[in-house]
């Protein structure tokens, strides 16, 4: 089964909104996959935790195929999204606040990104 998606954006404005919010998606299913199978396996939580995780996790395997690019990018700049992400989580249900380098770290980390996915490459865009 090949899943096609057509790019039908009606300005280069909306594209960037939706390709950002596909990869914001995906870091919360895979991140909050990973996080309900390690409450299971840590935390001792029941194995309904188990089921969920691996169930967001194969839902995240899907979104990034939605992406209006190739894999090779699309997994980079969703490495760099993940980890801004990550530290997003820590913080919101871990309370563990980003210190000053991991603030500066997820900023270089957004400016490689935005190069790797926006920047304009002429003919091999798609």
Not at 27 to 55: M, P
Not at 69 to 88: D, E, K, N, Q, W
Not at 98 to 107: Q, S
Request: with cysteine.
């Amino acid at each position: 089964m090949v899943i096609k998606v057509e790019s039908s954006c009606v300005s280069k404005t909306r594209c960037i909104l939706i390709t950002i919010f596909l990869f914001i998606l995906a870091g919360i299913l895979e991140i909050g996959g990973g996080y309900l199978i390690w409450l299971w396996a840590r935390e001792n939580k029941e194995i309904t935790f188990a089921f969920l995780g691996a169930i967001t996790l194969f839902l995240y395997g899907i979104v990034p195929t939605f992406q209006p690019s190739y894999f090779h990018r699309i997994y980079a700049t969703y490495g760099g999204v993940f980890v801004v992400m990550s530290l997003l989580w820590g913080w919101l249900f871990d309370s563990t606040i980003p210190d000053i380098y991991d603030t500066i770290g997820a900023l270089i980390i957004l400016v490689g990104v935005a190069i790797i996915y926006y920047w304009p490459r002429g003919s091999d865009d798609e």
